[in-house]
């Protein structure tokens, strides 16, 4: 069987999730790629989510939240829009290729960016390959 | 009464917390007076088949230094740990993987070519890298082999204490010494500090709201004496570290960098202080905060300066 | 082919092991002083900001930090064209002072002394620290303990920390220091003399009035005609924290004087497959092997090379036992490798008389203890003279001080050809066929290392930390024969 790549998708119930449905009941063709996880804000993916979907096998990840200016909790994707490009600038130096982590703004009524960005990422993980966190090494005798 | 039976041991150390352990100073004569030391390689002449012998559990106490980084210190680890009733980890190395642990943003080649083919004044034509067994006229020599990834002492055992700091600052090394000679040890799996709250709690500066627009490296500005460093722009890991050093660091006018490790209950200091970092950039323009961002062009060095092998991403994936 | 191992040395801070191959008639054949270990610094340096450098190349040693904090911090003020003011680099230079005094009295009196001070044929559980006290007296024992610990509270207080201090910066330091600090450092720095004082006395009485260690001081099995080298100011006398290195011959003739940037047309450091250290060597001369001489590119750091690579002492004690240790020993340079415990104290009184005469500086009050770098960081070296030997710390960085490769070669290295050049040569003269290997005999072969005050984290800078040497003995047909140390 030929390599898939797997994409953890944290999409903030707000707006992308419901972006995610639209898309879904607008019968509009996307990648089925991602894994999705609703959480209530975009704010809510601590950096060590991240790292933990890499850990439990993920090939990149997505996190998708509100406009700027739209969330539901006023600042809760600035902060997300602060913390994730720090994270990635971080990533890269443990050899995390920048394409692997991605965090966009998908609203409730944008079904078809929804399966844009999803496509274009699967394509992006697809052509980077398949992940392996720290080479495997490095693991706890317990795990 | 009898004596407490005690050993001391160091594995990839830079022997600062022995160094630590002896500045405890005149309290060491209490120690000695409730403990023999059955095992001290840095002073004592004690062979290494002599502990081989010792009974499981013959030793009460044994504080352990230093990060994990060859298979001989390997078997030490696991040797010291079924012969101790209790396995305390000294140090951030050892907690930790500390500072060697930064070697794990690369690998043992990258770490071989460049001190024996690359450094400048490296003189090696032959290109000559060290064999862990190499024939010479008169026989054999052999050098133990090094792993590819550094890791901490709770990666390899398991440990019952955790003294924090690199090293130690007197004051816990003596908590924990006095804890011990009295008996009065915390539940297992603790960690022995003063204050188990953030660095921050200990630091005398000014706390206000945090909101920079630059991070300055400690020798872009004279900081104001009173005021928080992290709000002057200066990336002070006080917030995402254990406090109970005192923070001599802030005091010296210069940041935390961490060597206590996490506060309670978090188990990845570095992130833990990334988000700290984040939160405090005052900007809501994507660019605006790509160009704040370059003010921290280190962040792994930076935010897991001790803690990169006992992190959840252990060490770069080297392709 | 007989062999002895020697692993690991003890009272040693680090790792090491030293291989005796024997040859069919029990004569020595060889001799390998080898290092276990190496951590990488060089290489995990990279991608760090070299700002961080002072504070992480320190965790090479916790013995020596203050001397990597500040060998980096000197290598920053040149990466970052920055020139620190004058109270700054008196702090610094302050704090310098201190180190030695803690480290040159832990190494006569704790490490490197004890066989010397109680004599190589001591019984073991004499030879340390407990035996010393016993022969000095219990007051000079209370006198060792607490000068070290009062020249730590000085570390402690100008450096922010006392194991691993932090002030170092690019053009100064954090901190400064106040009235009150300065008269304790003074009233610290006049017993740190005293001490110093009271410590060649007590060489002079046990060691120099006794005909039979002056005999071994001078013998031809602990003597090597090698070049030296050594950080001297601009009238070459010795200095620790600043200046020119110099190297004279093994005749004493200034053979070359260089600043820090231009080590690398003067050093080279050799790779040997069977060591995880390196052996450095003077480029201009040329590595030959393991052999003194003129001819050979090997040279020696340290106490007894800094004061044969300098005209003198800039403190009025320290120079009149410099100029008596050359009349003693037979005038310059002195190969006797024993003669660095006695060079060491004569550093430690000059340490005590600069300390003094620092903290009674007008300027050391001085607030005005920085520069703000404004130029781009580009490369930068910084040298300064560990208790060990030179120590160079060398970096390259990006616009924003991003470390692209760093280099260092650290002191105790300098000495590691000399170290396997001595055991080999001491070995040579003690180990004779049908003579039994006794541990006296043994112990004579490690006191050929014991005076270069060997720190093998340092040296292994580059694989793991310090843990003791080992001394293996080989036979012919490669059966162990005998080992001292442990196993
Ligand atoms: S924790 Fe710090 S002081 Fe202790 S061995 Fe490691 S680097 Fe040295
Ligand atoms: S961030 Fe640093 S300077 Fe600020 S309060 Fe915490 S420890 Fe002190
Ligand atoms: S302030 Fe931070 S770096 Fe300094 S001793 Fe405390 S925990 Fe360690
Ligand atoms: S609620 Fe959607 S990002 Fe905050």
Redo the contacts between chains.
Sequence with gaps: MSWEPKIVGFLCNWCSYRGADLAGTSRIHFAPNVKVIRVPCSTRV???FV??AF?SGADGVLILGCH?GDCHYIEGN??T???V???K??LA????EDGRVRLDWVSASEGEKYAAVINDMTEKVRALGP?????G??????D | MTKIKLALY???????????QL?I?EKILKLVEVADIVFW???I?????DVEAMPEGSIDVCLFN??I??SE?EHMAKMLRSKSKILISYGA?ANLG???G?????NRD???N???LE??????EKK????TS?Q??????T??E?F????SLP???SVDYIIPG??P??KTTWLALEALIENKLPPKGAVISHNVKAVCDDCPRKKNEKKVKKFY??????PDPELCLLEQGILCAGVATMGGCGA??P????PC?GCYGPVRGV??Q??HF??A???I?D??D?EE??KI??G????????Y?YSI?ES???????? | ?R?ITID?I??L??HGKI?I?LNDKGEV??T?F?V?????F???A????A??MP??TQ?????C?EAHHLASTKA?DAL?HVDPPEPAKKLRELLYSAFYVTDHTTHFYILGGPDFIMGPDAP?PERNILGVIAKVGLELGGAV?KTR?RN?HIIHMI??????P??G???GV??AINEQERKEIEEIAKESVEFAKLSLKVFDSIVLKNKAYVDMIVSDGYTHKTYYMGLVDANNKVNFYDGKVRVVDPTGKEFAKYSPSE??NH??????????I?F?FL?KVG?KGFVDGKDSGVFRVAPLARLNAADGMTTPLAQEYYEQFYSALGGKPVHHTLAMHWARLIELLYAAERLLELSRDPDITNPNI?T??TKTPDEGVGIIEAPRGTLTH?YTTDE???IK?A?L?VATLNNSAAVNMSVDKAARSLIKPGKEITEGLLNRIEMAWRPYDL?L?CATH???????VTIHV?DSQ?NLVRKL???
């Excluded at chain 2, 930064?102 to 690369?106: F, K, V």
Aim: aromatic letters at 8%; charged letters at 25%; proline letters at 9%.
């Design positions: 601590e950096p060590a790292i933990k850990q700027p600035y902060k829009m602060r913390r490009p720090l994270l600038k971080m130096q443990f050899g995390v992940f392996k966190l720290n080479n090494e490095g693991q706890h005798d317990k | 160091w594995a990839s150390s830079c022997g600062g917390c022995e160094i630590a500045q100073g390689p840095v002073a002449d004690v062979k290494y088949k230093g990060a980084r060859t210190q190395c500390g500072i060697p930064l070697a794990n943003l690369y990258m770490i071989f460049r001190a024996y450094t400048q004044s490296t003189d090696n000559i890298i060290p064999q190499y010479v006229p008169e026989g054999t020599l050098l133990p090094f590819n990834t550094v890791r990666q390899t055992v690199c090293p600052e007197e490296r400690p020798f872009q500005i004279i001599p660091c005091q010296a006018n210069m960098t188990i990845d570095g992130v990334l988000s970092a984040a939160s950039i900007s809501t994507p905060i790509e961002l370059d921290i062009a280190d962040p792994a060095g930076t935010f300066r092998p959840l991403l252990r060490r770069a994936r080297i392709k | 082919m062999r690991p003890t009272r801070e680090g291989e191959f054949a060889n390998y080898q276990p270990e190496l951590r990488g060089e290489k995990f990279e991608g760090r900001m700002d961080d504070q992480i965790r090479i040693c916790g013995v930090p920053l970052y073991v303990i610990m730590h450096g922010g920390r006392g194991v691993h932090v002030f910066l690019p053009g954090s901190k080590y690398l050093v080279a450091e050799h790779v040997e497959p069977w060591s995880y390196k450095p480029k590595w920085r703000i770098p060398h924003r001080g991003v490769k280099n070669i720190c984290a580059s694989l793991d930390g310090p843990s003791p080989y490669g140390g442990r196993d």
